[in-house]
């Protein structure tokens, strides 16, 4: 039998302790052969990554990086969630999204794990003389319903109330959120509406329908801008403040305002900053309820939903991979209800499969994953925790920007928030641009031969206030002008790899390449001659050894073979090379200029 010792079993106990300068001198020492000659703070910072919001993640985090005690979950602040249980009860609320509703959609998705609806009423989505068909045989005391109608909530609101009367839903039993959010409707499509209306539904949710909620503030219209996720925080800031101020001048307690919203946030598949932003957004929200007098009511209620920023319409499988990571995300940063966007969304309405496939990706992370059987399973990490403080001084800091502006109204009419939001997609699109943010299966490793995805085209969406971008929309008008050259002309536009030297010297380059090139729909070229390849431009591809020695001479060969343009994969100053490409180099201005030297408009 094997005996301990009697301090138990310290698997460290013989090891000396490291410090951190010791480590600093170890990564000196890795730098040092990559050819970087730093030492100390600026070797770590070598290795450390800039966000947005100007954050700073760092490679190591030990307990010298000290943050505020989130506290526990029930409590304020409220970081580690809004409720003593978390989600260890069932798990998180899925919640499915239908803008139409199809006969038996609504249905199959409550019987097949979507534990709530949330539903587009009104222009561009379900009528709301549509959404008693759309209801039908959905038990409204046990399926919360999530309404977005923008300037018909009032409409949709009767309509939804008159159904709960109509099916004997006693008022305590119905769930959900009226959804009214006159700013979030004024960030869509630049018109005001009267806070009148909504106020008065929140007085009669409050006064009859506990477990009923007047208002969304959703601040998925400022991530969808191109807002950062500080942006994001400030921007939700300001609006629920603007609405708790309305809600009690129209005569209800601060606590009973409080109750009346849930926030809807975007999540991405930047996991630990969805994470941190969750948390961090608990914590800005408590503060306001602090100040306002009502710290205990200040638990924000969050529903979080797939970024439909990341979401691409080439090779679009690649986003169940997204909306896996971001509702994982989702889960483990206490999301009370979370919304899988179907890996369609991009393209158009989405099909039975991929509506089956969203459910079942928040199905799989609860039950075979067990996410929600810890509550806030990240917090105490150094990095999640440092970076939730963080990101709550940037959104705090952003948000009081915005008061001292007049507020949330104001900063939407003035034009301001869209400046600041255009400042930071501006900064992010070239990073999109030089590719040092990739997008798997449109920058990277793009697959020119795919079959297109082809849906029923989606109702239009409200419009007319700030911009809807997406992360592949550069890359989008590259494959769609060579999409257009091959339906005119039987071909893609072509480039020709020419390999130098062994196949050790040139796959690396050559790979590059061709990702590159395939990135804006363009057809790379191997093998036989540039005569034989249909291009009229080359690439040059071998290692920096090969290229002193064979770059110039093989460039006057391509140029008298009748290359118009001869590229070079790398760096250098070779005659006969007309340009070259490599690792940071702005893709999207090269592929738009070689697509325009090809006459491929």
Same mark, same amino acid.
């Given at each position: ?408 109204? @104001? =900063? &939407?009419? *003035?034009?301001?928030? $869209?400046?600041?939001?255009? /400042?930071?997609? !501006?900064?992010? %699109?070239? +990073?999109? #641009? ?103 431009? @080359? =690439? &040059?591809? *071998?290692?920096?050894? $090969?290229?002193?020695?064979? /770059?110039?001479? !093989?460039?006057? %060969?391509? +140029?008298? #073979? ?40």
């Amino acid at each position: 039998m094997t005996v301990l010792p009697d301090d138990g079993l310290s698997l460290a106990a013989e090891f000396p302790d490291a410090t951190h300068e010791q480590w600093q001198r170890l990564v000196e020492g890795v730098l040092r052969k990559s050819g970087k000659e730093v030492s100390g703070e600026a070797a770590e910072d070598a290795l450390s990554t800039t966000l947005e919001d100007g954050l700073r993640t760092r490679p190591l985090y030990t307990p010298r990086d000290s943050a505020p005690d989130p506290g526990l979950p029930g409590f304020p602040p409220y970081v580690r969630g809004g409720r003593p249980q978390g989600s260890t009860a069932g798990g998180w609320d899925i919640r499915q999204r239908h803008a139409a509703a199809p006969d038996g959609a609504v249905l199959a998705d409550l019987e097949n794990g979507v534990t709530s609806l949330w539903l587009l009423v009104g222009r561009g989505g379900i009528p709301v003389s549509g959404l008693a068909h759309a209801l039908d045989g959905v038990y409204l005391d046990l399926a919360p319903v999530v309404l977005d109608a923008g300037r018909d909530t009032e409409a949709a609101a009767a309509e939804l109330l008159r159904l709960y009367d109509e099916k004997g839903v006693a008022p305590e039993a119905a769930r959900g959120n009226l959804g009214a959010d006159p700013l979030g409707y004024e960030a869509r499509t630049g018109e005001s509406l009267d806070f009148a209306p909504v106020a008065a539904l929140a007085r009669r949710t409050a006064e009859e329908f506990p477990g009923l909620r007047a208002l969304t503030v959703d601040a998925l219209p400022y991530h969808e801008a191109g807002g950062s996720a500080a942006q994001e925080l400030g921007a939700s800031l300001a609006t629920g403040v603007a609405y708790l101020r309305e809600l009690t001048e129209s005569g209800l307690g601060v606590e009973q305002a409080l109750g009346q919203l849930e926030f809807r946030y975007a999540a991405t598949a930047d996991q630990f900053l969805t994470i941190a932003k969750l948390r961090a957004a608990r914590r800005l929200w408590a503060r306001v309820a602090e100040v306002s007098g009502a710290a205990g009511a200040g638990a924000q209620v969050q529903h979080a939903v797939t970024s439909p920023v990341m979401m691409s319409r080439r090779d679009p499988w690649v986003n169940m991979l997204r909306t896996t990571i971001a509702t994982l995300a989702a889960g483990v940063g206490g999301a009370d209800s979370v919304t899988v966007l179907p890996f369609d969304h991009a393209i158009g309405l989405p099909d039975a499969f991929a509506r089956r496939i969203a459910r079942n990706t928040s199905t799989i992370l609860v039950e075979e994953s067990h996410l929600a059987r810890v509550i806030d399973p990240a917090g105490g990490s150094w990095y999640v925790e440092r970076l939730t403080d963080e990101l709550a001084h940037a959104g705090w800091e952003f948000f009081r920007t915005i008061e001292r502006d007049g507020g949330q109204a @104001a =900063v &939407l009419r *003035s034009g301001r928030l $869209r400046t600041d939001l255009a /400042a930071t997609w !501006a900064q992010r %699109s070239k +990073k999109l #641009a030089k590719r040092r943010e990739p997008i798997t299966g449109v920058s990277e490793f793009p697959l020119l031969a795919e079959k297109p995805v082809e849906r029923e085209p989606a109702p239009e969406t409200p419009s007319g206030g700030l911009p809807r971008v997406r992360r592949d929309e550069a890359y989008e008008e590259l494959r769609a002008r060579s999409d257009a050259h091959l339906a005119a002309t039987g071909a893609r536009p072509r480039v020709y790899l020419a390999t130098l030297g062994s196949a050790a010297e040139y796959t690396g380059r050559a790979t590059f390449a061709s990702n590159l090139f395939q990135a804006g729909g363009i057809e790379p070229v191997t093998g036989g001659s540039f005569a034989e390849s249909g291009a009229g431009e @080359a =690439v &040059l591809c *071998s290692s920096d050894d $090969r290229y002193a020695e064979q /770059a110039e001479s !093989a460039a006057e %060969s391509l +140029k008298a #073979a009748g290359a118009r343009h001869v590229f070079l994969a790398g760096r250098g100053g070779y005659a006969g090379v007309d340009s070259y490409v490599f690792a940071g180099c702005d893709a999207v201005a090269v592929l738009s200029e070689t697509l325009d030297r090809m006459g491929v408009s």
